[in-house]
């Protein structure tokens, strides 16, 4: 094993990350055009609606994310690598949020399945490029 790479393995994993977001970037304004203007009540189950739409680039990012990591990250211990990437893009998504009063609890209870969602769709989408490269390298080889 070379030892610097798991170092390389956890630039790929960070830079996969950013990379994607600064990709992802110019398509927050069309898609925040998408609830722009709306009125919501309290307990107004669009609210839910208008938290879904704004979700949608955080997840379009994760997995870009995951498929950049899975098509550049080289390691002989796959799941280890691939469990980095979505405790990385989770933790990520979670802090991404500011509060400047105390969330309640079920702002809090959204946040943590957004941050979980993001991580996971990093992983398969991670795992799907990996599976994919595995094959062609396979096929390639015979």
Not at 73 to 102: D, I, N, Q
Not at 105 to 119: N, S
Request: charged content about 15%; proline content about 4%; some cysteine.
């Amino acid at each position: 094993m070379r030892p610097l790479l798991p170092l390389r393995n956890f630039l790929v994993v960070v830079g996969a990350y950013y990379v994607s977001a600064w990709v992802v970037m110019p398509l927050w304004a069309p898609i925040a055009w998408m609830d722009h203007g709306r009125v919501y009540q309290a307990g107004s189950s669009l609210l839910l609606l208008s938290q879904a739409i704004r979700t949608i680039p955080i997840l379009m990012s994760a997995i870009l994310a995951g498929a950049a990591a899975g098509y550049f990250l080289v390691a002989s211990r796959r799941a280890s690598w691939l469990a980095v990437l979505g405790v990385f893009v989770a933790v990520c998504v979670w802090s991404s949020t500011r509060w400047y009063v105390r969330p309640s609890f079920e702002d809090l209870l959204w946040q943590g399945t957004k941050a979980t969602v993001a991580g996971s769709l990093a992983v398969l989408a991670a795992l799907a490029v990996w599976n994919r490269r595995a094959r062609l390298d396979a096929e390639e080889s015979l």
